[in-house]
C-alpha cells in the first residue's frame, strides 16, 4: 500500500509539473496514466500494466481482506522506485536519484550552509563540510521555536526521542550530533564551531564516508522538523525567579567560615581550625536579593522536630555588592520573587512573589 500511495504522488507531481492533470475532481493512481500519454502518445506510460495490477491488489487488500502473494511482491518497494526513476527520466529529464530535496529546505541560510558543505565534501575538505553541517542544523534549531533547547555537536538521547516524534531516526540523529562540532553563536551574531578532541573532534572522524553520512542525516532531519509547530513548555523555575531574604530581628549576621592557614588538611575537613568571619549585618525588615540553598535538615524533618540551629548558604549580588556566606535560617524569612529581567518583564509582568519551596 505504500508503494501504491509513492507512485500515485509521483505521478502527481510529475503531471503538476508537466501540465497534464486530469480533469476529473478526484484522481486516483490509474487516472493519471492517460493525461501522461499525451506527451509521448506512441506508447504506453511505462509499466502501466504492473501498476494496474498494483492497484488492483491494494483494493482487495482494503476493501476485500485479500493479502497479495508475498514471493510476488516481496520487492515491491524497489521496483517501483525504479519504475518512478523512469517516469522521472522520460519525462523530466532528470533521475529521481538526481532530485535536489535540499530545494525543499523553507531556511535559506540553512540551504546556503548546505550547499557549502557539499561542496566541501567534493573538494575533500570534510572536517570543514562537517563545520558547516553544524551551522545548517544550528540555523534549523534556532528559526523554530517549537525546538527550543536542541544543541548542536551534543548527542543527547532525550534529544532523539524528542525529534523521534516527526519521523527522525533516533539512531542516526545522535550519530550525526557525534560526528559534529558544538556549534553557538557570539555576540556578534557569528556562528562558532568548536571541536571537542579528546571524543570526536579529529581527523579519524572528518572522512569521506562520515560527511556524505552527515549531510544526507541533516537534509532528512531538517525536513522532518522545519515545518514543526509550536507547543507550550515548562520554564524553570531559576529563569524566572529568586529568592528574597528578610531579616526578622536587628542584628542577622551573613558569615563565612574562615579556615587558619596553617591547618592541616583533616582541621580543615571538620572545621576545628576555622574562625567565624562576618560579611553583613542586617536591620529588622531589611531585604536582599539572592539565591538561597538550605541545609538538608531544613527540608528533611519538619520544623517541630529540629532540635539544632540550622543555616542557609545565600549568594547576594545588590546594588554592586557581592556577598557570599550563611545565615541562620530561623532568623530570616525568604520568599520568591520575579527577577527584575527583560524576558519577565516583557513576557511575565503579571508573575508575583510566591513561597519558597526549598529543595
Given at each position: 500500500m505504500s508503494a501504491h500511495d509513492a507512485a500515485e504522488l509521483a505521478?502527481?507531481?510529475?503531471c503538476d509539473q508537466c501540465g497534464v492533470l486530469p480533469s476529473k475532481d478526484?484522481?486516483?493512481?490509474?487516472?493519471?496514466?492517460?493525461?501522461?500519454?499525451?506527451?509521448?502518445?506512441?506508447r504506453d506510460v511505462f509499466a502501466k500494466e504492473y501498476f494496474n495490477q498494483l492497484n488492483r491488489v491494494r483494493i482487495n487488500i482494503k476493501h476485500h481482506g485479500i493479502f497479495p502473494d508475498p514471493r510476488q511482491w516481496a520487492r515491491v518497494g524497489e521496483t517501483v522506485w525504479g519504475h518512478i526513476s523512469k517516469w522521472c527520466t522520460d519525462y523530466l529529464g532528470l533521475s529521481l536519484q538526481d532530485l535536489d530535496e535540499a530545494t525543499l529546505l523553507s531556511s535559506d541560510k540553512a540551504k546556503e550552509f548546505y550547499y557549502q558543505a557539499q561542496a566541501a565534501i567534493s573538494n575533500r575538505d570534510h572536517k570543514g563540510a562537517l563545520e558547516l553541517l553544524a551551522k545548517a542544523l544550528f540555523t534549523v534549531f534556532s528559526e523554530n521555536l517549537a525546538l527550543r533547547g536542541l544543541e548542536v555537536g551534543r548527542a543527547k538521547p532525550e534529544d532523539a526521542i524528542r525529534l523521534s516524534g516527526f519521523g527522525v531516526h533516533g539512531n542516526d540523529f545522535l550519530a550525526l550530533q557525534e560526528f559534529l562540532p558544538e556549534c553557538t553563536k557570539n555576540a556578534e551574531s557569528q556562528l562558532i564551531t568548536k571541536w571537542h578532541q579528546k571524543r570526536f573532534g579529529h581527523p579519524g572522524n572528518w572522512q569521506e564516508h562520515s560527511a556524505h553520512f552527515c549531510a544526507d542525516t541533516f537534509l532528512d532531519v531538517a525536513l522532518k522538523?522545519?515545518?514543526?509547530?509550536?507547543?507550550?513548555?515548562?520554564?524553570?523555575?531559576?529563569?524566572?525567579?529568586e529568592q528574597q531574604v528578610t531579616a526578622l530581628r536587628d542584628g542577622v549576621e551573613i558569615w563565612t567560615d574562615?579556615?587558619?592557614?596553617?591547618?592541616?588538611?583533616?582541621?580543615?575537613?571538620?572545621?576545628?581550625?576555622?574562625?567565624r568571619e562576618v560579611v553583613r549585618t542586617l536591620r529588622k525588615g531589611e531585604t536582599l536579593r539572592a539565591n538561597v540553598t538550605a541545609p538538608k535538615s531544613y527540608f528533611s524533618v519538619a520544623p517541630s522536630e529540629m532540635s539544632v540551629t540550622s543555616k542557609a548558604y545565600l549568594i547576594s549580588w545588590e546594588e554592586q555588592t557581592f556577598i557570599v556566606g550563611y545565615v541562620?535560617?530561623?532568623?530570616?524569612?525568604?520568599?520568591s520573587i520575579p527577577r527584575g529581567t527583560e524576558l519577565v518583564r516583557k513576557y511575565f509582568p503579571w508573575l508575583t512573589p510566591t513561597d519558597w519551596i526549598p529543595e
Amino acid at each position: 500500500m505504500s508503494a501504491h500511495d509513492a507512485a500515485e504522488l509521483a505521478l502527481a507531481a510529475i503531471c503538476d509539473q508537466c501540465g497534464v492533470l486530469p480533469s476529473k475532481d478526484k484522481h486516483y493512481l490509474m487516472d493519471y496514466f492517460e493525461p501522461l500519454k499525451q506527451l509521448h502518445p506512441e506508447r504506453d506510460v511505462f509499466a502501466k500494466e504492473y501498476f494496474n495490477q498494483l492497484n488492483r491488489v491494494r483494493i482487495n487488500i482494503k476493501h476485500h481482506g485479500i493479502f497479495p502473494d508475498p514471493r510476488q511482491w516481496a520487492r515491491v518497494g524497489e521496483t517501483v522506485w525504479g519504475h518512478i526513476s523512469k517516469w522521472c527520466t522520460d519525462y523530466l529529464g532528470l533521475s529521481l536519484q538526481d532530485l535536489d530535496e535540499a530545494t525543499l529546505l523553507s531556511s535559506d541560510k540553512a540551504k546556503e550552509f548546505y550547499y557549502q558543505a557539499q561542496a566541501a565534501i567534493s573538494n575533500r575538505d570534510h572536517k570543514g563540510a562537517l563545520e558547516l553541517l553544524a551551522k545548517a542544523l544550528f540555523t534549523v534549531f534556532s528559526e523554530n521555536l517549537a525546538l527550543r533547547g536542541l544543541e548542536v555537536g551534543r548527542a543527547k538521547p532525550e534529544d532523539a526521542i524528542r525529534l523521534s516524534g516527526f519521523g527522525v531516526h533516533g539512531n542516526d540523529f545522535l550519530a550525526l550530533q557525534e560526528f559534529l562540532p558544538e556549534c553557538t553563536k557570539n555576540a556578534e551574531s557569528q556562528l562558532i564551531t568548536k571541536w571537542h578532541q579528546k571524543r570526536f573532534g579529529h581527523p579519524g572522524n572528518w572522512q569521506e564516508h562520515s560527511a556524505h553520512f552527515c549531510a544526507d542525516t541533516f537534509l532528512d532531519v531538517a525536513l522532518k522538523i522545519q515545518n514543526a509547530s509550536w507547543i507550550p513548555g515548562a520554564i524553570e523555575y531559576v529563569a524566572l525567579y529568586e529568592q528574597q531574604v528578610t531579616a526578622l530581628r536587628d542584628g542577622v549576621e551573613i558569615w563565612t567560615d574562615k579556615v587558619d592557614p596553617g591547618a592541616t588538611l583533616l582541621e580543615r575537613m571538620v572545621g576545628t581550625k576555622a574562625h567565624r568571619e562576618v560579611v553583613r549585618t542586617l536591620r529588622k525588615g531589611e531585604t536582599l536579593r539572592a539565591n538561597v540553598t538550605a541545609p538538608k535538615s531544613y527540608f528533611s524533618v519538619a520544623p517541630s522536630e529540629m532540635s539544632v540551629t540550622s543555616k542557609a548558604y545565600l549568594i547576594s549580588w545588590e546594588e554592586q555588592t557581592f556577598i557570599v556566606g550563611y545565615v541562620l535560617i530561623e532568623d530570616v524569612e525568604v520568599i520568591s520573587i520575579p527577577r527584575g529581567t527583560e524576558l519577565v518583564r516583557k513576557y511575565f509582568p503579571w508573575l508575583t512573589p510566591t513561597d519558597w519551596i526549598p529543595e
